[in-house]
């Protein structure tokens, strides 16, 4: 298997900083903006696609088509949240061809039951480790260079000290990124890193309010974590403006007063490469 960009992204000394998209807009906005790689996040598919909070509702066909929209429009690697392969290894050997196919850099995979939920939720369920072990070989199995990222959501279930020895096993079936989901103190951090740091890519997740300490890129890559996301925070943006957009328009029957935080239509269309596009559609009226 010969290397993919994100793999040999991944050996550089800086950490790679994720930011969550949901769609092909936000990709081409993150890409634009310069990140090496993006993470789509399955929580922000359900926040907006189907308006409901990340409680597993959200299906691989829906991020499979997600994920073909964005890396027809960007050709930044993506990272894709693919919750729990929806399924047993054989459905997780499907969700993986289909992502891949979909253009996916990489493909996370957790071991919560199924329905999931956020991981920074309460009451969430487990497969056993060696249930997910067998996932991870079914999806090593069957892809051709996408990353498979182990992720443990046993923190809040069976406690620090079960975590890292399930994190132990999916590193032994082969994860090539380890994700280890709500750690509460930067005492856990420190060991997660001391105990597989040296040993395979660590992801770090921030999410603003959730159970982890949020730090920056920076401090994260001095802790010694490879990869940062900040899934939801692209949408916990969105959700704010718009509700503040939504009051202005409401109150004022106009968006004048709003008018400093927008863009018009020639910034949006100069933002899309509007005329670049339909330039390109004259060329190929004219005869060559």
């Known amino acids: 298997m010969t290397a993919s960009p994100l793999r040999t992204r991944l050996q550089a000394q800086t950490a790679l900083l994720c930011p969550g998209v949901y769609d092909a ?26 308006g409901s909070p990340d409680i597993g509702l959200v299906g691989m066909t829906e991020v499979a088509d997600t994920l073909a ?3 027809d429009r960007v ?17 997780v050997e499907r969700t993986v061809r289909t992502l891949e196919r979909a253009g996916a850099a990489a493909i996370q995979l957790e071991d919560q039951s199924f329905p999931k939920r956020c991981g920074h939720l309460q009451d969430k369920a487990l497969i056993p480790a060696s249930e997910m072990a067998g996932k ?14 182990a992720r443990t959501d046993a923190i809040a279930v069976e406690g620090f000290d079960a975590t890292l020895d ?5 590193v032994d079936a082969g994860a090539d990124v380890l994700f280890i989901e709500a750690p509460e103190s930067r005492a856990q951090m420190d060991a997660i890193v001391a105990r597989f740091g040296a040993r395979v890519p660590l992801l770090a997740n921030m999410v603003e309010g959730g159970k982890t300490p949020l730090a920056s890129v920076q401090d994260l890559q001095q802790i010694g974590y490879r ?3 900040f899934p939801g925070g692209t949408v916990r943006a969105l959700a704010r ?3 503040d957009y939504f009051a202005t328009l409401h109150q004022d029957g106009t968006t004048a007063a709003f008018r400093d935080r927008m863009l018009d239509f020639t910034g949006l269309n100069a933002l899309l490469g509007t005329p670049d596009i339909l330039q390109r559609g004259r060329d190929y009226e004219t005869e060559r």
Not at 34 to 44: D, H, I, K, P, Q
Request: aromatic fraction near 8%; proline fraction near 1%.
């Open 25 to 50: 807009f936000s990709a081409a906005l993150a890409a634009a903006a310069g990140f090496e790689a993006l993470y789509l996040s399955g929580a922000s598919i359900a926040y907006t696609r189907l």
């Open 241 to 243: 403006t718009l509700q």
């Open 136 to 149: 991870l070989r079914a999806a090593r199995s069957v892809r051709d260079q996408a990353l498979i990222v």
């Open 166 to 170: 399930r994190a132990e096993a999916y």
């Open 75 to 91: 050709a930044t690697p993506v990272i894709v949240d693919a919750d729990t392969g929806w399924g047993n290894a054989l459905n």
């Open 69 to 71: 929209r964005i890396t």
């Open 227 to 229: 990869v940062v996301i």
